[in-house]
């Protein structure tokens, strides 16, 4: 039956978007194999396009899998800053728009966000830096939908470097947030 | 009892070393002399080596060699006052240690003038034989406060944070020692980082941060049982505590609203009173000793600086003041004991040093020549301050006078040493 509907409209030359709710069909209620007949009708846009562009990115995968993936930005989970800055590249926004995907996708997943500094200037100015970075992080994936129980905000500052030495290359190193997945 | 043997050979290692590095000019000639030793059994230790250590490192004094010395009088009586002018001494230190009645011993001193010839004071302190180098400790206190005029703080201790690392383990240690770094006791050890130790004013307790349990929360912990209890732990950060001057409130840094702000603790009811209001990072605070403003460090204008906020019945009157301009880096600062100046971390674009800003004038001057500078603490009588440094790739503690004179330095001799914070006067 839904089948036959969505041909139906298929033929029609009627994006699937612009049709489905005046149907009376949600979007959830559609099976895989009808939507990716709709994804390739068209180049649909906007949220719903890309919601099933998501189903198919992670479909199947075990995310202890997908997290190995060097293919995948969702291997990317240590972002890295510059002095005294909490800024984000716009690399690491495209690595997070990924992350926020998977954590959309799949809400039994948590992170914890770690936020580091490194040893220059005092130490509890960096815990407070550490901090500043991190929430940048928990922002931008709480803006592209992550619940705010998935994620948790933790600063050690400059007290659990990633590199011990004391140049400009170990405190690249150090200004840091790692993003760990709860369980992996 | 291998554990136990073990443990004690370790301890031994861990002692921190007092290395001088400069003399100060002007510094008064003293003599100390070797004490007499009248108690049953060997010397435990000369009760005048911890007396002349403690001089010199004030940088006040300067002791004269033994073998420069043309006698060993442990009483006035004995003193030959001629032959000590001819040494170029202008006071001298004599004393004995004798068996109390009972038990325990008793350590008797006399401070002269030499070139009068006359008695400036003089003591008679009961004790046991393991608190002979406490007794050293008072004694340089009243030899020092009789003339310089100000009380000294050799008697005093300072704690601190070590850290060990083996493979991928750290391995934390909150301690204290006696201001010349000897007696190390271990207070608190864990796996995870411990931070920011700062004293009662009593004296008696020991505010800290600690990760133990996955985060930055604050502890406060009796420094005699080794009690402690869970002082914040709110949702985001908990750091950087301090104590007012009545030891009633702390103040502390939390981000339980979103970034962090300071707030005050009161330690009897746990009511919290939030001070600060910026979009920026507020921490490190501390009190003024009048109790009357608090200081903190805040990059609400960009980059961390000290601002001062004035209080009324414990709470915020008007908006806070800049007070650093100088450097583009100015954060946790410590102030004298007279309120009239803070000691801070001062960055000038090419490294982090130890500078004092006198706050009547506004007038700062750079204390220390190392890059990576941290954690100031003024001594009790406000004339040394201790920090945490860098020399060769280690964490060690050095101290430097007010004036800039005077340096010396605490290091361990394995691992990391970080956050001294120096104790208020020993009152028992």
């Excluded at chain 1, 509890?124 to 500043?132: D, H, T």
């Excluded at chain 2, 005050?264 to 507020?282: E, Y």
């Excluded at chain 2, 008007?318 to 100046?341: C, L, M």
């Excluded at chain 2, 040394?384 to 006078?401: C, H, P």
Aim: proline residues 5%; hydrophobic residues 40%; glycine residues 10%.
């Amino acid at each position: 039956m839904k089948l036959k509907l969505v041909g139906l409209l298929l033929a029609a030359g009627v994006v699937l978007q612009g049709c489905t709710g005046a149907q009376g069909v949600r979007d959830d209620e559609v099976p895989v194999d009808e939507r990716s007949i709709g994804g390739t009708v068209d180049d649909a846009e906007g949220a719903r396009s890309r919601g099933a562009e998501m189903g198919s990115e992670f479909a199947g995968r075990p995310v202890s899998e997908l997290l190995n993936d060097p293919a995948t930005p969702l291997s990317v989970r240590v972002f890295y800053f510059e002095y005294n800055s909490a800024e984000l590249s716009e690399s690491d926004r495209d690595a997070l728009a990924t992350h926020a995907r998977l954590l959309n996708e799949k809400s039994d997943l948590t992170v914890v966000l770690e936020g580091h500094a490194d040893e220059r200037g005092s130490r509890e100015y960096n815990l407070a830096l550490g901090e500043r970075r991190a929430k940048v992080i928990e922002r931008v994936l709480s803006l592209q939908g992550v619940s705010p129980q998935q994620i948790q905000v933790i600063s050690f500052g400059e007290e659990r470097p990633q590199a011990f030495g004391h140049d400009e290359e170990s405190w690249r190193l150090n200004r840091r947030v790692q993003l760990l997945y709860s369980g992996y | 009892m291998a554990m136990l043997l073990l443990l004690l050979s370790w301890q031994a290692q861990a002692r921190l070393v007092i290395e001088i590095n400069e003399g100060t000019e002007g510094a008064l000639p003293i003599a100390v002399v070797p004490f007499g030793w009248l108690a049953a059994g060997a010397t435990q230790g000369d009760v005048s080596n911890v007396i002349a250590a403690d001089l010199a490192r004030s940088g006040r004094f300067v002791p004269l060699a033994k073998i420069k010395m043309p006698g060993e009088p442990h009483t006035g009586l004995e003193i030959d006052f001629a032959a000590w002018r001819a040494a170029g001494v202008e006071h001298m230190v004599v004393g004995r240690v004798q068996p109390r009645q009972g038990e325990g011993l008793v350590v008797e001193f006399q401070l002269f003038d030499v070139v009068r010839g006359v008695q400036l004071s003089g003591y008679s302190i009961p004790t046991a034989s393991s608190r002979l180098r406490r007794v050293g400790h008072q004694i340089s206190d009243i030899v020092y406060e009789k003339l310089t005029g100000q009380r000294g703080a050799f008697n005093t201790h300072v704690a601190y944070v070590t850290v060990e690392r083996s493979g991928k383990e750290s391995l934390y240690r909150l301690a204290l020692a006696d201001a010349d770094g000897h007696d190390e006791q271990v207070i608190l050890t864990s796996k995870q980082p411990l931070m920011s130790p700062a004293w009662s004013p009593d004296g008696e307790r020991l505010a800290y941060v600690s990760f133990e349990k996955g985060r930055s929360l604050i502890y406060l912990q009796e420094v005699g049982s080794g009690e402690r209890e869970l002082l914040a732990e709110f949702s985001g950060l908990n750091s950087a505590p301090s104590f007012s001057p009545d030891g009633r409130r702390l103040a502390l840094t939390l981000s339980r609203d979103g970034n962090p702000e300071i707030y005050l603790l009161d330690l009897a009811s746990r009511a919290l009173t939030r001070m600060t209001f910026s979009n920026g990072i507020d921490t490190e605070a501390l009190f003024a000793p009048d109790g009357k403003s608090l200081f903190f460090t805040s990059d609400r204008g960009g980059k961390p600086q000290i601002y001062r906020l004035t209080l009324q019945d414990g709470r915020p009157l008007g908006k806070p003041q800049r007070i650093t301009f100088e450097g583009v880096y100015n954060a946790r600062a410590a102030i004298s004991p007279d309120g009239k100046r803070l000691a801070l971390v001062h960055g000038d674009g090419n490294g982090f040093h130890i500078a004092v800003q006198e706050l009547q004038s506004a007038s700062l001057r750079v204390l220390s020549e190392t890059l990576y500078d941290e954690s100031p603490s003024f001594a009790p009588n406000g004339s040394m301050i201790i920090y945490a440094t860098e020399r060769n790739r280690r964490g060690v503690l050095e101290a430097v006078s007010v004036d800039g004179s005077a340096h010396q330095r605490l290091g361990l001799s394995h691992g990391d040493v970080r956050e001294p914070a120096w104790s208020p006067y020993i009152l028992k």
